[in-house]
C-alpha cells in the first residue's frame, strides 16, 4: 500500500514530467510558427552574402576563402558540377545527402533543408548536425558552377550555452525532485500526528497534544480534531457518570421495593405501615417507568426513520393542558404563574411537542423554590413562534449553559438524585424541536436568579 507521502512526492514528479513535455511542445509550436522561417531567412542571407563575397573577388580561389569563412564558426559543404562534394569546417555529424537536392541548387534554386525536412519536433531539428539542416545557393567561382550549403556550428557558436542550459534544466529538476521529498515530510507530519492521535482516540486515552500554531488547513484541522478529542472525553465522562447514576437510581428503588416487599411477605407489618411501604412501593416503580420511558423516548427520536405526525392545533391550549397535569407539583411550592398565551395555531407534531413542554415547566419547577414565580410567554414573530419559559428559581452557572444539552449532563451535580434526574430532559427538548426545524436557547445569567428557555418553532 502506497503512503501518502509516496503519493505525494510521486504526483509532484509527474507534474514536473508533464510539465516539461508540455513545455517542450508548446515550444516546437512557437518555433514553428515565429523562429524556423527567420532562423532559415538568415542563414539564406548569410550565405549570399558569401556568395556575394566570392564573386567580388574573382582573383582569390574559394578553396582559400571557404575554409577561412569557416573558422568564422559555419559548417560549409560545396558541390561542383560532377556533383563532388568537399567539406570545409567542422565535419557533419549526419552526412547523409540527396544529390537531386544539389542538382536542383546548381540549376539555380535555393534550398531551405530547416522547412523542407520534417521532424516530429521542428524544434529538435533546428539542433540537428546534418547536411539536411543547412541552406543550399548556386554559386559562380572561377568560371565553375557550384552548389554552396552552409550552416552555423552551433557546436562552436553556442556550445557553452548549450551546456550551461543543459545543466541547469538538469540541475533545477534534480534538485525539484529532492526538494519535494524533503518538504513533503512538512505536509505529511501533521497528518502521521492526527493518524497517531487517532489511534489513541481509539485506545480511550483522549489526552490529545497536536501543534495547532499552523495557520492553513492542516492547522484548522489540528484545532477541530483537538476539539472533537475534547467533546469525546467530555461525552464519554458523562456516559460513565450515567451509568453510575443510573445503576444507583435502579439500584436504589429496587432495593427499596424488595425490601418493602419483603417485610409486608413476612406479615410484621400493621395496615397503616403495609399502605406507607404500598406507596412508596408505587412512588419507586414510576421512577423506574420514568427514567426508562426517557431512554427509550431519545432512542426513537435518534432513529433517521422518524417520521412526524403533524396537525394542526392551537398551541396555547396545549401549553395549558400541561400547566394542568403539573398543578399539584406547583401548587405545592405556591408558585406565581403568569401567562401570556396568544391564540395560536401551529402545524406540528402534537405528542412530541406536548413533552417538550412538559420537560421545560417541569424543570422550571423542580428547580425553583418555594413562592418563586414561573412564567411562559408566546409571540408570533415573522416566521417563526417563539415560546419563552422562565422562572426565579435556583439559575445555571454561566459556564455550564454552553452543555446543558449534552446528553446524560448535569449542571448541578450536587442535587440529590430524586430532585436532578437523569440528565436527560434537555436532550429529548432539544431533539424534538430540530425535528420540528425549530431551535432551542437557554440562557442563565447567574445562580438564584432563574433561567430562561426560549423555544422558536417555524410558523405554518
Known amino acids: 500500500m502506497r503512503t501518502l507521502y509516496t503519493r505525494i512526492v510521486l504526483t509532484f514528479i509527474l507534474v514536473a514530467m508533464v510539465s516539461s513535455i508540455i513545455a517542450l511542445l508548446v515550444t516546437n509550436v512557437y518555433y514553428t510558427a515565429q523562429i524556423r522561417e527567420y532562423n532559415e531567412d538568415k542563414i539564406v542571407r548569410i550565405a549570399q552574402e558569401i556568395r556575394s563575397l566570392l564573386e567580388e573577388t574573382p582573383d582569390t ?234 431512554l427509550l423516548t431519545l432512542a426513537s427520536l435518534d432513529k433517521e426513520e422518524t417520521v412526524l405526525k403533524l396537525s394542526s392545533y392551537r398551541l396555547d391550549e396545549q401549553i395549558r393542558q400541561a400547566l394542568l397535569l403539573l398543578e399539584w407539583q406547583w401548587s405545592e411550592k405556591e408558585l406565581h404563574i403568569e401567562l401570556d398565551l396568544p391564540d395560536v395555531v401551529i402545524q406540528a407534531d402534537e405528542q412530541l411537542l406536548y413533552q417538550v413542554w412538559l420537560n421545560l415547566l417541569g424543570n422550571s419547577i423542580k428547580f425553583s423554590r418555594k413562592g418563586d414565580s414561573l412564567r411562559v410567554a408566546m409571540t408570533v414573530e415573522e416566521r417563526h413562534i417563539a415560546v419563552t419559559v422562565s422562572d426565579t428559581g435556583v439559575g445555571i452557572p454561566a459556564s455550564e449553559v454552553p452543555y446543558v444539552f449534552d446528553r446524560f449532563y448535569k449542571a448541578d451535580k450536587a442535587r440529590n438524585r430524586t430532585r436532578s434526574g437523569s440528565g436527560l430532559g434537555l436532550s429529548i427538548v432539544k431533539k424534538i424541536v430540530e425535528l420540528q426545524n425549530g431551535t432551542v436557547e437557554v440562557s442563565s445569567s447567574e445562580p438564584g436568579k432563574g433561567t430562561v428557555v426560549t423555544v422558536r418553532l417555524p410558523f405554518l
Open 61 to 294: 580561389r574559394m578553396e582559400a576563402l571557404l575554409p577561412r569563412i569557416a573558422n568564422m564558426g559555419f559548417q560549409i559543404y560545396a558541390v561542383d558540377s560532377g556533383l563532388r562534394g568537399t567539406f570545409y569546417g567542422a565535419p557533419f555529424k549526419h552526412q547523409a545527402f540527396d544529390m537531386d537536392i544539389a542538382r536542383r541548387v546548381l540549376a539555380g534554386e535555393t534550398y531551405r533543408g530547416l522547412e523542407e525536412e520534417r521532424h516530429w519536433l521542428m524544434v529538435t531539428g533546428f539542433f540537428e548536425n546534418s547536411l539536411r539542416n543547412t541552406a543550399g545557393i548556386p554559386l559562380q567561382s572561377g568560371g565553375q558552377a557550384y552548389a554552396l550549403f552552409i550552416r552555423p556550428n552551433l557546436e562552436e557558436q553556442i556550445g557553452e550555452v548549450r551546456i550551461l542550459m543543459g545543466l541547469l534544466l538538469g540541475l533545477t529538476f534534480l534538485f525539484s525532485i529532492g526538494l519535494i521529498i524533503l518538504l513533503t515530510r512538512y505536509i505529511v507530519k501533521p497528518l502521521q500526528l492526527l493518524t497517531g492521535a487517532t489511534n489513541k482516540i481509539v485506545g480511550g486515552n483522549y489526552n490529545i497534544e497536536i501543534d495547532m500554531s499552523r495557520k492553513d488547513e492542516i492547522g484548522n484541522l489540528a484545532r477541530h480534531f483537538t476539539h472533537m478529542a475534547g467533546s469525546l472525553k467530555r461525552l464519554e465522562q458523562m456516559r460513565q457518570e450515567f451509568v453510575a447514576n443510573v445503576s444507583h437510581e435502579i439500584q436504589s428503588p429496587l432495593t427499596s421495593i424488595q425490601g418493602f416487599a419483603q417485610t409486608m411477605l413476612q406479615k410484621e407489618t400493621s395496615p397503616e405501615e403495609e399502605a406507607k411501604y404500598l406507596k412508596i412501593i408505587e412512588e419507586e416503580s414510576r421512577r423506574l417507568s420514568s427514567l426508562s420511558q426517557q
